[in-house]
């Protein structure tokens, strides 16, 4: 009795591939069109120029295509998530440097698929621990600061590190990603620094 081989050559690998990004890139367009109300498997494979059992075949739900989408974007920005999360706001500022000089060189659909009713919510849903790690990275300053204090904090560098912050610098100053980094770093030191020093 012949045994079935489970063998996948390299071409079906690269074409498996191509149809998954193929897929998400037409939920990327998808959501840069027409947000929530237009998202629908039936429209992102006609924007995606395949069939909807296509789609099916990659992801069984609509759920699990749209949770795909967060590291595939990381993946196509090259914005590579940390090995581990800042322990002080001079590891956060680091951070902050590599986002928002890779999120500068992302396509506009990308940025327009970021900016969609649906990226917000995914934005919501990842809140929480997002203020955790702003959290984790003032910990070494939070003794500065009384507990009101903390958390007003912990809110202006959350959304100073937010990608939004770089298309604000973009469109209102004509400042790049690397300016704009520059700026929110200063900002950083000095809402963290007591009167005598900057914690690094």
Excluded: C, H
């Excluded at 959501?31 to 069984?60: E, K, N, W």
Aim: charged content about 25%.
């Amino acid at each position: 009795m012949n045994k079935r081989r489970d063998y996948q050559s390299p071409l079906r690998q690269e074409q498996t591939k191509r149809t998954r990004e193929q897929i998400l890139e037409g939920l990327i367009q998808t959501m840069a069109q027409g947000g929530l109300a237009d998202l629908s498997i039936p429209a992102v494979a006609r924007v995606a120029g395949v069939s909807v059992p296509t789609i099916y075949r990659y992801f069984r739900t609509k759920r699990e295509l749209i949770e795909s989408l967060g590291s595939y974007i990381v993946q196509k920005s090259g914005i590579m998530p940390p090995s581990q999360p800042p322990r002080s706001p001079g590891e956060l500022i680091a951070l902050v440097k590599d986002l928002f000089i890779s999120y500068e060189g992302t396509d506009e659909m990308l940025r327009a698929a970021a900016m969609s009713e649906l990226s917000y919510e995914m934005r919501q849903q990842a809140l929480p621990r997002r203020l955790e790690l702003i959290e984790e990275a003032l910990r070494p300053v939070a003794d500065r600061f009384d507990e009101t204090e903390q958390i007003y904090l912990r809110n202006s560098v959350f959304i100073l590190t937010t990608t939004a912050i770089v298309r604000a610098f973009k469109d209102y100053l004509n400042l790049s990603g690397e300016e704009a980094a520059e700026t929110v770093a200063w900002a950083i030191r000095t809402l963290t620094s007591s009167s005598s020093q900057t914690e690094d």
